[in-house]
């Protein structure tokens, strides 16, 4: 396993944009599959956009279009680029692995971070 560091949240505008940043203690290159979870108030965690090692990408329908999910396995980081922020968007979010993906099995298999807080509103 690796902890996961997210940084990049923070106050915008609607209409605004934000880059979030998740670093690794250690090598992500094992890990198939890299994702960004968010957390709203008062709401169960949803996972936003995933990334595998060979460039899939993949994106809950709130935020297609919008979003953009990246990695640098050679940095061990994974970037959530958000234009065109909205209200809704408001939440904690945060990064992790999904190392058994391809078996089937969507459950993060890292701690979680703290996540960074991302807030929409004018």
């Known amino acids: 396993q690796v902890q996961l560091v997210e940084s990049g949240g923070g106050l915008v505008q609607p209409g605004g944009s934000l880059r979030l940043s998740c670093a690794a203690s250690?090598?992500?290159?094992?890990?198939?599959?890299m994702g960004w979870y968010r957390q709203a108030p008062g709401k169960e965690r949803e996972l936003v956009a995933l990334?595998?090692?060979?460039?899939?990408?993949k994106y809950g329908d709130s935020v297609k279009g919008r979003f953009t999910i990246s990695r640098d396995n050679a940095k061990n980081t994974v970037s959530l680029q958000m234009n065109s922020l909205k209200p809704e968007d408001t939440a904690v979010y945060y990064c992790?692995?999904?190392?058994?993906?391809?078996?089937?099995?969507?459950?993060?298999?890292?701690?979680w971070g703290q996540g960074t807080p991302v807030t929409v509103s004018s």
């Open positions: 992790n692995g999904l190392r058994l993906y391809y078996s089937g099995i969507e459950t993060p298999t890292e701690p």
């Open positions: 250690g090598s992500i290159t094992g890990i198939n599959v």
């Open positions: 990334v595998a090692s060979g460039g899939f990408t």
